[in-house]
């Protein structure tokens, strides 16, 4: 119980120091979309990763994570439609926590990943929903195959970094069939649909 209240005690007081001083205390400040800066952002490579998930014969869903990525977009709360992104995915650096595996899915029956090494988002339209949604039109870019796709995209807020730098914080959804891009291998036992989760933070430049 002392060493709860003794470290309540500190947060407060740090809490109260950084507001006195002047310096920014990190975190977010406000999940509206009105609230975010214009301008360009990056993303941040250490706060940023994608996950597929996939049916494996019935039985389970297998995550597929792509660690490795980098980006850009530029927003205008006066204007959100005329915001763009452009996403670029290191196939290569994907991981299932199964070195076998791993192998298999950066060989030329799956990723090509020698041939393939990136795959690509970039958006054409963004539309709000309300004020922390908004669905984003593009074109995502695999094994070659470009396709139009939908992102459906939550903003889980905006706010100061831990370095000061003003930061914001999405996170994307969508669903593609892995045969529109011509990954057909194992069909149907392992499934057609996939399931993508992107997380990002971008820090503004």
Same mark, same amino acid.
């Not at 014969?57 to 990525?69: I, W």
């Not at 298999?104 to 393939?116: D, I, K, Q």
């Not at 963004?126 to 669905?135: F, G, K, Q």
């Not at 045969?179 to 149907?188: A, I, R």
């Given at each position: ?19 006195? /001083?002047?310096?920014? #205390?990190?975190?977010?400040? +406000?999940?509206?979309? =009105?609230?975010? *800066? &214009?301008?360009?952002? !990056? ?39 005329? /915001?763009?992104?452009? #996403?670029?995915?290191?196939? +290569?650096?994907?991981? =299932?926590?199964? *070195? &076998?595996?791993?192998? !298999? ?43 139009? #796709? ?56």
């Amino acid at each position: 119980m002392k060493m709860k209240t003794r470290y309540a005690a500190w947060s407060v007081a740090l809490a109260l120091t950084a507001i006195t /001083s002047g310096i920014a #205390v990190a975190g977010v400040e +406000a999940i509206d979309g =009105s609230n975010v *800066a &214009a301008g360009s952002y !990056e993303i941040d490579p250490s706060h940023a990763s994608v996950a597929a998930k996939v049916d494996h014969l019935g039985f389970s869903t297998t995550t597929v994570r792509f660690p490795k990525l980098a980006g850009r977009l530029t927003y205008d709360p006066a204007h959100p439609e005329a /915001s763009t992104v452009d #996403v670029t995915i290191d196939t +290569a650096s994907l991981t =299932s926590d199964w *070195a &076998a595996r791993d192998a !298999e899915l950066r060989g030329a029956s799956f990723f090509n990943t020698a041939a393939f090494p990136t795959a690509r988002f970039t958006a054409s339209a963004l539309t709000p929903v309300d004020a922390s949604h908004a669905r984003v039109s593009g074109q995502l870019t695999l094994l070659g195959v470009i396709k139009p #796709v939908v992102l459906d995209v939550t903003l889980r807020g905006t706010g100061t970094g831990m370095m000061g730098d003003r930061r914001i914080g999405f996170e994307g959804h969508i669903s593609i069939m892995r045969s529109d891009f011509g990954m057909k291998t194992f069909l149907p036992a392992i499934g057609d649909k996939v399931d993508v989760v992107i997380d990002a933070e971008f820090t503004k430049k």
